[in-house]
Each structure stands twice: as C-alpha cells, then as structure tokens.
Nanobody, 125 residues
Framework: VQLVESGGGLVQLGGSLRLSCAAS????????MSWARQVPGKGLEWVSG???????YYADSVRGRFLISRDNAKNTVYLQMNRLKPEDTAVYYC????????????????????WGQGTQVTVSS
C-alpha cells in the first residue's frame, strides 16, 4: 500500500489549496478514504471522508470550506481547501479509513489501515 500526498504549501489567509493523494497497492475504488491533519504537539484531527460511491462527510471545522473528491480512474483522492484560516495550518494526511457503514460523521477517522507521509499546509495571517 502506498499513499503519496502532494499540493501543500504556504498560502495567505483566505486563499485556497488543492491537495492530492495518489494511491496504489490496494483496491482504491472500493475503499473509503479520509483526510486528517495534525499540528505538532496535538492529536490527529479527522477532516473529511469519502466513500467509494462518493458520499462525503466533513468535520464541523471545515464544512462549507473544504471539498473532498476522488477519481477512481486515477486512484487519487483530492481535498480542495478554500477560505483557509491560520488554524488550518497542519500536516495533512490521506488515509484508508476502516469506517463501516455510516450515514453520519460518527466513526470516521477512528481507524486508519494506512496513511501517507503527509504534506505541510501553512496559512499566514
């Protein structure tokens, strides 16, 4: 299994970034995928998840600003981040989420079977 994130960088308050995660080594099209983030010294925070059928879920902190999507033909999951805030500064990881069937955000981000090396996002004020 390999997950490779890209697209991070430095952006000003209110700006946008698009993260990508290229996946290989597993059946991507049937896997639930998540984005999570971590600030040094703090725990991992689940950000967003997407089922194989493209149903999406978001943490309250990013709902309305971030958009998760996937391209099963390219084995890639994306995170479009808009109206960025300094508190969005973190290392962002994509992960295979072991979420079962859920119609809410409950359960997302609880168990990851694999995750990438992360990409740094820094939002300056």
């Amino acid at each position: 299994v390999q997950l490779v994130e890209s697209g991070g960088g430095l952006v000003q308050l209110g700006g946008s970034l698009r993260l990508s995660c290229a996946a290989s080594g597993f059946t991507f099209s049937s896997s639930a995928m998540s984005w999570a983030r971590q600030v040094p010294g703090k725990g991992l925070e689940w950000v967003s998840g997407i089922y194989s059928d493209e149903t999406t879920y978001y943490a309250d902190s990013v709902r309305g600003r971030f958009l998760i999507s996937r391209d099963n033909a390219k084995n890639t999951v994306y995170l479009q981040m808009n109206r960025l805030k300094p508190e969005d500064t973190a290392v962002y990881y994509c992960a295979i989420d072991q979420i079962g069937s859920s119609m809410t955000t409950i359960g997302w981000g609880q168990t990851f079977s694999s995750w990438g090396q992360g990409t740094q996002v820094t939002v300056s004020s």
